[in-house]
């Protein structure tokens, strides 16, 4: 175990200094981007028509030193007609491995009597770099008049701009595609030397809500490709019970890690929490407790009430008729 967790630890110290500055896109973190879109597309920002609060934190291969462990505080809503905006604060730690991001979006929503499609945009600074730590840690002695090493203990930064398109068919067809990374550009003073390739995330799901009137259930699949993360597809089934105050789920991920899934959730007035839990099929499994995830969201002042999935709504007007 002990010769395990410095493997670990060399191997996390070698990929930052080996040149590979940008190690991983910070999209491939949560696993509830298929009930929080707003995560990964801009477009979905303010696509309920309503104001959310989200705090987010998982713990991958749980009760393993050096775990990766990140935070997400997000915020969007809407500020004008069809018009929203949001905020996003990232911040995970991987080994010896930081990343922190901060994100703003802007979104317009164009309503049809049977499509609601968001376009967004959104600007990010991306920091990547070594923890402090690494100079004391008990893991492989490090020179600490390296160059290199002081030049990743500095970080790299990056400016991005994504594109994200979010939409909603008849009220059970969702869809989108969300272009990470569409411009992204190195700020410090050192050149870049990362080859990147364009990444994208792709869903479509539906809801079937005939079922029973206070179950209805909602099988979602995402495709993503992103920059240093094996291409995968997470395969989705969420049910929601008693006009979605409670909620369960499974998920399955093709490709990369290979993970099994579930979560459940509550809602209760404007709060909703919801607590998800993965498994690795691969071999590395047997040495961790799997990835814990919790979220919690708040729904704050809403302008149309939220029947279905991604942003099903029915605005109050449609209601009364």
């Not at 190690?23 to 920002?45: C, H, K, Q, W």
Request: hydrophobic share 40%; aromatic share 12%; with cysteine.
């Amino acid at each position: 175990m002990k010769k395990l967790i410095l493997l670990f630890t060399c191997i996390i110290i070698v990929n930052v200094l080996s040149g590979q500055e940008r190690y991983f896109d910070e999209r491939y973190i949560s696993t509830m981007s298929f009930l929080n879109p707003v995560l990964v597309n801009p477009g979905a920002t303010g696509f309920e028509r309503e104001h959310h609060v989200l705090l987010n934190y998982r713990n991958e291969w749980a009760s393993f030193p050096g775990s990766a462990k990140s935070i997400i505080l997000s915020y969007d809503g809407p500020i004008a007609d069809r018009l929203n905006v949001g905020a996003m604060l990232i911040t995970d730690s991987n080994g010896a491995l930081e990343t922190t991001k901060f994100q703003g979006s802007l979104a317009y929503t164009l309503d049809t009597p049977t499509n609601v499609l968001g376009f967004g945009l959104s600007t990010e600074y991306i920091q990547h770099g070594l923890s402090g730590d690494v100079l004391n840690s008990s893991g492989p002695p490090v020179d600490i008049t390296d160059m290199t090493l002081l030049d990743r203990l500095d970080g790299t930064n990056f400016f991005d701009v994504s594109f994200g398109v979010q939409g909603l068919y008849n009220g059970v067809l969702s869809y989108g595609l969300s272009l990470p990374s569409l411009v992204s550009s190195r700020i410090d003073d050192n050149p870049s030397t990362t080859e990147r390739e364009i990444g994208y995330i792709f869903n479509v799901g539906y809801k079937f809500d005939q079922l029973d009137s206070d179950f209805s259930l909602e099988p979602s699949l995402w495709v993503k490709k992103l920059m240093n993360v094996p291409f995968h597809a997470d395969i989705n089934i969420l049910g929601r019970f008693l006009d979605d105050r409670l909620r369960g789920g499974l998920s399955y991920r093709v490709g990369a890690d290979e993970k099994l899934g579930f979560l459940i959730g509550f809602g209760v007035n404007t709060l909703n929490f919801t607590y998800a839990y993965n498994a690795s099929r691969h071999e590395f499994q047997q040495y961790n407790n799997g990835s814990h995830e919790l979220s919690v969201r708040f729904d704050i002042g809403k302008v149309a009430k939220n029947v279905g999935m991604e942003g099903d709504m029915i605005d109050d007007k449609m209601m009364e008729n």
